[in-house]
């Protein structure tokens, strides 16, 4: 009989505890998928972060390091180049933990190229934490510590992680993706994938950022969220390869 559906070899059997219609379960499917595609799972090392996806060491069926708030990409960097020939290291990162206290980790392990592959998920808010503002909250929009909106002349501008990295000349690989529809999980899935398969080849520091949803801290249902997410979110956050340098020689 044909296999129509199965469980990625890379995921355990434990129940996620991720709210429902969050996107953090389909982002871990689509890592475990692209482990076992390349045939990576007894050599790859997960770095958990601390935020909604804290405890991806049990999600994950491939060993796994738990780093402080947004030290992942240092932790990584240890790992990976304990053993480089060997070791496939991936970070696992909310937006709180990348992008506000983990922000210089992020562009120095970009600017060592460091060999290292990193999922980033933007759900624009601190999950975890009960959902305060973060770097990457949309300007007016509201969560527990914006009760009237972002304003951004008090607070600031959000941080578009891509875009940034996209100047760091180490950087070999940016794309921007999202999980909101079949679509948009497909090529979610092409990058992620792809990112894996650089470190394989060497190339260097990837990174992927999946525009994703928090129905919960957004007060939404999923399904809203899910609209929500493609009205303002992928306006601001437009998706698409940010950098890739070996973009020309793999056309050839
Ligand atoms: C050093 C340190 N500072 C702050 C915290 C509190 N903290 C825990 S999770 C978190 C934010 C999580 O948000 P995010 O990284 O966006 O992940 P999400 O939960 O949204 O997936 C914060 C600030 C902490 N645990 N450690
Ligand atoms: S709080 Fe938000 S990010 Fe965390 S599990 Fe729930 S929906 Fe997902
Ligand atoms: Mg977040």
Redesign the pocket.
């Known amino acids: 009989m044909a296999v129509v559906f199965e469980k990625p070899k890379s995921l355990t059997d434990a129940t996620l505890h991720y709210c429902p219609g969050c996107t ?1 379960g389909i982002i871990h499917r689509l890592v475990a998928e692209a482990i076992d595609e390349l045939g990576i799972q007894g050599r790859t090392i997960g770095v958990a ?6 405890m991806a060491y049990d999600y994950f069926d491939v060993d796994f390091v738990q780093a ?3 030290r992942a990409p240092a932790v990584a960097t240890g790992v990976k180049r304990a053993d480089p020939e060997n070791n496939i290291v991936f970070t696992y ?9 983990g922000t210089a980790e992020t562009v120095h392990a970009a600017a060592r190229r460091e060999n290292i592959t990193v999922i980033f ?9 009960g959902g ?1 503002m ?1 770097p ?1 909250t949309l300007p007016g929009q509201v969560t527990q510590t914006s009760p009237y909106g972002r304003d951004v002349e008090t607070v600031g501008y959000p941080v578009k992680v891509c875009e940034l990295l996209s100047n760091v000349d180490g950087a070999a690989y940016l794309e921007r993706v999202s999980v909101n529809n079949p679509a948009n999980i497909k090529k979610a899935k092409k990058a992620i994938k792809k990112a894996f398969q650089n470190q394989i080849e060497g190339k260097g520091f990837s990174l992927i950022e999946v525009v ?1 949803t ?1 129905p919960t ?1 957004w007060g939404m249902t999923p399904v809203k969220a899910l609209e929500w997410l493609e009205e303002n979110m992928l306006p601001y956050y437009p998706l698409g390869v940010y950098k890739d340098i070996y973009a020309e020689e793999e056309a050839k």
Not at 49 to 54: I, N, R
Not at 121 to 129: D, E, F, K, R, S
Request: hydrophobic letters at 30%; charged letters at 5%; a negative charge.
């Open positions: 953090h972060p601390v935020g909604c996806s804290v402080p708030h947004g990162q909310g937006d709180g933990d990348l992008a506000a206290i998920v933007n759900n624009a808010i601190y999950g975890m934490t305060q973060a990457t994703s928090c801290n």
